[in-house]
């Protein structure tokens, strides 16, 4: 596990606004960033999400993005739902009918 891509990760504010588009899409009621912000460490440091990361960053590719936190073919949509889900749990209100 590397703790530069944990530290890359948590500085990133495009990944950090996918973590929030997922909090606000699972119900999060709040400021959806604010909770990104809070949880980004404990939500990035994820073993998959560092080795994808990590490769991301080895190789050199001519479509290189340096902006690794917007490419979802590194950190999957997929991924940010997997550990964003169980975290985020709608209040009562949230979940009612109209």
């Known amino acids: 596990m590397s703790y530069s ?3 890359e990760m948590t500085a990133s504010p495009t990944l950090q606004a996918r973590i929030a588009a997922a909090a606000a899409d699972e119900g999060y009621v709040g400021d959806p960033l604010v909770w990104a ?3 980004v ?3 990035v440091s994820q073993a998959d999400w560092v080795a994808a990361w990590d490769s991301a960053r080895a190789s050199s590719s001519e479509n290189f993005n340096p902006d690794t936190g ?4 590194v950190i999957t949509d997929g991924m940010i739902l997997a550990v964003v889900q169980p975290m ?4 009562a209100e949230s ?3 109209p």
């Not at 917007?70 to 073919?73: L, M, Q, V, Y």
């Not at 985020?88 to 209040?91: I, N, Y």
């Open 95 to 97: 979940s009612e009918s």
């Open 70 to 73: 917007a490419r979802d073919d």
């Open 41 to 43: 460490w404990l939500v």
């Open 5 to 7: 891509s944990i530290v």
């Open 37 to 39: 912000r809070t949880n």
């Open 88 to 91: 985020v749990q709608p209040t």
